[in-house]
């Protein structure tokens, strides 16, 4: 009698995380990446688990509120908005982020909401995050807490003061746990099965630009088979390389120069462009080794 494979094939055993960038972001932004990525897979997309982290949501309805207060007598509408939730977005989740409900801390619950997820749905299994724009520098922080809260036992100067990792275990509702995170649990949320960070369009460089060379560090590296690729296009002002931000940053991450939104209509709109910030996840420079790289973990 053939052995019944249907639970083994339809088991998830690896999981895809979206961190959207800065500006007005719908909660489905992922929806049409997710879709090109599923398709892309053919059958091996079947086992692979989804997961968006959204934390628009805390920051809109204020920055909201203060364009219909100030904006409303101005000129150039769309270019204010855009400088006005980009760089609120921005200023907000840096600003008084030790309050307990931050939204610095309330973004890295976000994350590890997702993370939580994954590790229920495919039983610990690898994990692959892309982030956009400042969904880079979110992601960075939470990577960096968590490494200091590791480093924090034999080290307790280095526990961090703000965010999810000031005290994780408090947070295990908020993540989805019925009962308080194990320390194996807290391991996964830390980046033990990260395998990949795919940073898109992303503006790190502006957060530590004002630092000395020596203070510019990247996380430590989560576990021994972690990779980071970065993608940045030329002509995009918001995404930048970052290898050679330090010799720590050149040791951990790899940057890629791509043409985000190319062929001879992706050029003539936006390729050549500012606006190819946001063409980076609809681009094969992009997509075909993220989609390799998940076949693989498939």
């Known amino acids: 009698m053939p052995l019944d494979t249907t639970v083994e094939i339809n088991m998830k055993t690896a999981t895809l995380i979206t961190v959207h960038g800065m500006g007005r972001t719908e909660k489905n932004y992922a929806d049409e990446f997710f879709h090109e990525v599923g398709k892309r897979l053919g059958t091996h997309g079947k086992r692979l688990h989804y997961e968006t982290v959204y934390y628009q949501s805390l920051l809109q309805p204020n920055e909201d509120r203060v364009w219909q207060q100030v904006g409303g007598r101005l000129r150039w509408d769309a270019l204010r908005k855009f400088v006005l939730f980009g760089f609120a977005d921005a200023a907000g989740l840096?600003?008084?982020k030790e309050a307990s409900a931050s939204v610095y801390t309330l973004a890295q619950v976000e994350i590890a909401r997702a993370l939580y997820s994954a590790l229920k749905s495919t039983a610990q299994g690898p994990v692959v995050i892309i982030a956009q724009s400042l969904g880079g520098q979110v992601v960075s922080n939470y990577f960096w807490d968590a490494g200091n809260f590791k480093a924090?036992?034999?080290?307790?100067?280095?526990?961090?003061?703000?965010?999810?990792w000031k005290?994780?275990?408090?947070?295990?509702?908020?993540v989805g746990s019925a009962q308080a995170l194990d320390s194996s649990?807290?391991?996964?949320l830390a980046g033990a099965k990260l395998r990949q960070l795919v940073t898109t369009g992303c503006n790190i460089p502006v957060f530590v630009a004002a630092h000395a060379r020596q203070d510019i560090l990247p996380f430590d590296r989560p576990n021994t088979d972690f990779a980071w690729h970065n993608y940045y296009d030329k002509d995009d002002v918001l995404g930048w390389p970052l290898a050679e931000l330090s010799n720590e940053y050149g040791?951990?991450?790899?940057d890629h120069r791509v043409n985000a939104?190319?062929?001879i209509a992706g050029w003539l709109l936006h390729s050549?462009?500012?606006?190819?910030?946001?063409e980076y996840w609809g681009d094969d420079e992009v997509l075909d080794p993220l989609v390799a790289h998940l076949r693989e973990l498939l």
């Open 152 to 164: 924090s036992a034999n080290t307790p100067e280095k526990r961090p003061t703000c965010g999810f």
């Open 261 to 263: 939104g190319g062929g």
């Open 167 to 174: 005290d994780p275990v408090s947070f295990s509702a908020a």
């Open 251 to 254: 040791k951990l991450v790899h």
């Open 185 to 188: 649990e807290l391991d996964f």
């Open 272 to 278: 050549w462009n500012p606006a190819s910030h946001a």
């Open 94 to 96: 840096e600003n008084g």
